[in-house]
């Protein structure tokens, strides 16, 4: 056995020298592409025909680097967080000369980063490695798992798949670098569990695998306690990043092409400048809408305690910051809400909502809801049902209660029937549904700027966002990927929007550098 807490390591620095090598390589390895689109922060291509995803296919390893060309491939389960948190760990692995493949047959090494929010999202982790065991080849591979299952289940992962040879909970991620190091010197039971840390995972290199939509964590770990949630024990206590590092890496993300950022933590708005500056999260959002080039800014997730009227005053005096909020409400009834520790009640959250309310501007709004928490009873449902109602959301995420370990719901009495636990969610889903339905065809007749994402060839049709986060769908062209465009509204259903492109605008390009055709974010700003 190998390691049990993991401490800093003393080699850190050295380690660090190799990954600033490594990034030379890979810089000197995409200065020789001529025109094959391979960059670091997979900007909007406005050819639409790149996939601004470093291919497995043309990125060279570093054979001098630990990883020595080896393959690994890398599948995310879960919330946008940890998709942020693998394209950090990727970049890490391809600092290291690790190659990034598509399927876990090509690969020397396999990692799993995984989600135990609900019961349902853990399992799947078990799946895959009960699966992956049966296919060709598996036994020559290294396994490693990472994330909230990892943490959670610890030690005990060898015990229950011992084909794994890596255990890694996110507040380790920093000590990633010498973990690596250990598995490629043969060590198969290598852990790192530590939730003790008062570091951030930051990285030198990204792979950014969103070509629209640059993810930015800002604040990791959870200090709250409801009596359902798992995060605090799985990703540890509340640690922010200075302002001033955020500020760099807004920077850094307009100058690889990036418009839109979207700004991220697992309570996003208890983030407090850890530096002398000291900004609130509403001065953060300021200073980060006004960097040069920044087009949208979204974040998530809020939490209503945290929720101050700083942060819509915000919105209002900066156009960049989208008119958008996630702010979950997990139930409609105070008695809920009280039992699930979540330190505000019903009246309290709707003050919050007036706020949002009373903008200048319309700003759409979504939720977390969870049906059939210890104890809810059909009266205080129908309070959850009557909140959708009240508030009008633009969108509900909402998720049967599944007890979760080491949370203080265990240790309540699991009173709602699966059944009824199921009801209320279809309940809960279509009354959502009419409300979306009727808000969406209100919208028939205005225009909205729709960053375009993507293109379906054989419909014609152009998908992108809103600033409000509405997928809209438009008669378009390939080329119109990456692009701001002006469309109204024609018809909607209730999860989308559907227009026609109301400008002629084009793109201008900009011929930037050797690394081929990328769009400026200022070109988009300037507009
Ligand atoms: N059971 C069901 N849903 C849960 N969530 C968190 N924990 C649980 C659980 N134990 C939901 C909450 C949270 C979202 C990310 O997942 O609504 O906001």
């Known amino acids: ?116 929010i609900r019961e349902k999202a853990a399992q799947k982790v078990f799946s895959r490695l009960g699966a992956f065991r049966k296919t060709k080849g598996s036994d020559n591979k290294i396994i490693g798992v990472l994330g909230c299952v990892a943490q959670q289940e610890g030690e005990r992962f060898f015990e229950r798949a011992p084909q794994v040879s890596l255990v890694c909970g996110s507040a380790s991620y920093p000590q990633l670098p010498d973990l690596l190091a250990q598995v490629e010197s043969g060590n198969r039971r290598v852990m790192g569990l530590d939730l003790d840390t008062e570091d951030c995972f930051e990285t030198e290199f990204t792979r950014r695998d969103n070509r629209f939509r640059a993810y930015l964590t800002i604040i990791e770990g959870c200090d709250q306690r409801c009596a359902f949630c798992v995060v605090p024990m799985t990703r540890g206590p509340e640690r922010s990043r200075s302002g001033s590092s955020i500020i760099d890496e807004c920077h850094r993300l307009v100058d690889a092409g990036y418009t839109e950022i979207q700004i991220l933590g697992q309570i996003v708005n208890a983030w407090r400048d850890p530096s002398p500056v000291g900004w609130s999260f509403a001065e953060l959002l300021a200073r980060v809408a006004e960097v040069p080039g920044v087009r949208r800014v979204r974040f998530t997730t809020s939490h209503p305690r945290y929720f101050t009227p700083d942060i819509v005053q915000a919105i209002d005096s900066h156009p960049a910051l989208c008119d958008q909020i996630h702010l979950p409400v997990q139930a409609g009834s105070s008695k809920v809400l009280a039992r699930m520790l979540r330190g505000y009640s019903r009246e309290e959250y709707l003050e919050k909502i007036h706020y949002i309310r009373n903008a200048q501007r319309a700003i759409s709004l979504s939720t977390d809801i969870i049906t059939g928490f210890c104890g809810e009873t059909e009266r205080d449902f129908e309070q959850t049902v009557s909140l959708l109602s009240e508030v009008e959301y633009d969108q509900v995420f909402a998720f049967k209660f599944s007890p979760r370990p080491n949370t203080a719901a265990v240790d309540f009495a699991d009173t709602v029937a699966e059944e009824d636990k199921g009801r209320r969610l279809s309940v809960l889903q279509e009354v959502q549904r009419q409300i979306q339905l009727r808000r969406n065809q209100a919208l028939v007749g205005e225009t909205f700027e729709v960053l375009v994402e993507g293109y379906q060839p054989r419909l014609g049709q152009a998908v992108g966002r809103t600033t409000s986060n509405k997928v809209f769908n438009f008669p378009g062209e390939p080329a119109d990927i990456g692009c701001y465009r002006q469309v109204t509204v024609t018809s909607a259903g209730p999860n989308s929007l559907v227009g026609e492109r109301n400008d002629d605008r084009r793109l201008m390009i900009e011929r930037r550098n050797d690394f081929g055709l990328q769009v400026s974010g200022r070109d988009f700003a300037e507009w």
């Open 1 to 116: 056995m190998t390691c049990g807490k993991m401490t800093r390591s003393p080699n850190r620095s050295c380690y660090s020298k190799l990954r600033f090598q490594a990034i030379l390589f890979l810089l000197a390895q995409r200065s020789s592409m001529g025109n094959d689109l391979i960059q670091i922060g997979n900007a909007p291509s406005p050819e639409g025909v790149t996939s601004g995803v470093v291919s497995a296919s043309n990125l060279a390893p570093a054979p001098a680097l630990a990883g020595d060309g080896k393959t690994f491939y890398l599948e995310t389960f879960g919330c946008q967080m940890n998709v942020h948190d693998s394209e950090k760990v990727a970049g890490v692995m391809m600092a290291r000369g690790y190659r990034p493949v598509d399927s876990h047959q090509d690969a020397d090494i396999i990692l799993y980063n995984t989600c135990s």
